[in-house]
């Protein structure tokens, strides 16, 4: 068994699956969020936001998005993090897609989304390895680092 994650590259504890880093890193999250104070539960959000979002990103197969709902998120944590839209504005967007006639999972036949990237400079298991401290932060410089390779690869025309 392999001991890196076919999509993200992520080194995996004891052979185990990359979805296992994932639910780690959520119950990470749980703590970090629980000690927020009620002001700072926005800063919660958006690193909910970032984390699964960086996930999904990082694992077009397996989160059977289709190249549309892929290619929105992408564009929608960029715009994120670009400062160009809040959270507040982007959740009617998000309900939309998900009530609207646009499906966010593949169906058999569908092409099946890959980005052409070959290594990824930050992945879950960076995230979880960090622990508690800075996780916030940190998501946030998952998400960043993803939308900046992806616009590398852009660059170069190899899409
Ligand atoms: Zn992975």
Redesign the pocket.
């Known amino acids: 068994m392999s001991s890196t994650?076919s999509?993200?590259g992520?080194r995996l504890v004891n052979g185990g699956a990359?979805r296992e880093q994932f639910d780690a890193m959520l119950l990470l999250e749980y703590e970090v969020v629980a000690d927020l104070a009620a002001t700072e539960r926005a800063r919660g959000e958006v690193a909910h936001f970032y984390a699964v979002s960086a996930y999904i990103l990082?694992?077009p197969e397996g989160m059977k998005y289709t190249v549309t709902a892929l290619n929105g998120l992408r564009h929608t944590v960029a715009d994120h993090l670009a400062g160009r839209v809040t959270l507040a504005e982007l959740r009617p967007r998000v309900r939309r897609a998900a009530d609207g006639p646009a499906r966010i999972t593949r169906r058999p036949g569908d092409a099946v989304p890959r980005w052409p990237v070959t290594a990824w400079p930050m992945?879950?298991a960076d995230v979880v390895e960090g622990g508690t401290p800075g996780y916030c932060d940190r998501v946030a410089a998952w998400a960043e680092s993803i939308i900046r390779t992806l616009d590398a690869v852009d660059a170069l025309g190899e899409r």
């Open positions: 994650c999509e993200c992520a990359c990082q694992h992945t879950v």
